[in-house]
């Protein structure tokens, strides 16, 4: 029967392997090396406080037992990190760019200073990162300062943070989409969000829709044909009223 060996990095679930209770160590490594797609030697593992050494530790845990390890990921030298930062640098096609994507390790979403280069790049680059580098703050503002739309990558913690949205909307308007309920409610956001953008109006609370002040801010940013789309019923009406009296 074998051992349930859950995996788990500082951020949190990573894997489950299931090892036989024969196994070696380095079996474990390497399992966990070809799951995870890493490096040989780019991590160590934790069980509780102490760094797993010993090549028969499996043996020591009861069969068909469940273990809880730590994967601690060793940091990119600084040579590894450029080059993997040069294989997705900006002035390359988006062909290229996600060819490139295929060839770089898991373990290089791992690494906090590479991944908030990469976001600083392409905001877009969020979507790779771990779970916990998602919920950094400090790299997911990165992220949405080079392109708005990255908050929709992020946690859902912070795409409910007043800070992280307002730069967002800022940078591009539509990102309002991903902001949580109660900021597409807030009337000081969504006023940002549709005076970079009309397109914001469409994903603002009900109540928003049919604020006069934010529908006319709207109309300075897009044509009003398209705005009738997004704002309440009554607001659809005026507008019509006023492209049919144009005309």
């Known amino acids: 029967m074998p051992i349930h060996v859950s995996i788990n990095g500082l951020g949190g679930y990573l894997c489950i392997i299931h090892a036989e209770p024969w196994w070696k160590y380095r079996d474990l490594k390497q399992k966990i090396e070809t799951t995870l797609s890493l490096e040989t030697g780019s991590f160590c593992i ?27 990921m060793l940091e990119l030298s600084k040579q590894e990190r450029d080059s993997a930062l040069n294989k997705i640098r900006p002035s390359l096609s988006w062909g290229e ?29 969020l979507e790779k990162a771990s779970d916990m580098l998602r919920a950094d703050r400090q790299i997911v503002l990165a992220a949405v300062h080079t392109d708005g739309s990255a908050l929709k990558f992020a946690s859902d913690e912070l795409r409910a943070d007043c800070n992280i949205v307002f730069a967002a ?4 308007g539509s990102a309002l989409e991903f902001a949580s309920n109660d900021l597409r409610a807030d009337r000081e956001i969504v006023l940002v969000a549709v005076r970079q953008a009309s397109s914001g109006l469409e994903f603002a609370s009900d109540e928003l829709r ?36 144009q005309h």
Request: glycine letters at 6%; charged letters at 20%; proline letters at 2%.
């Open 169 to 172: 909307v800022y940078q591009t």
């Open 210 to 245: 049919a604020d006069r002040e934010i529908v006319l801010a709207a109309t300075y940013r897009g044509h009003r044909r398209d705005i009738r789309k997004c704002c309440s019923p009554w607001w659809s009406g005026w507008f019509c009223v006023r492209c049919n009296h």
């Open 97 to 125: 760019i996600n060819a490139a994507l295929q060839t770089l390790q898991k373990r290089v979403w791992l690494d906090r200073e590479f991944v908030k280069a990469a976001v600083k790049q392409n905001g877009w680059m």
């Open 46 to 72: 934790l069980y509780g406080d102490t760094k797993v050494l010993s090549t028969k530790f499996l043996q020591t845990l009861p069969v068909g037992s469940n273990a809880d390890l730590t994967l601690l």
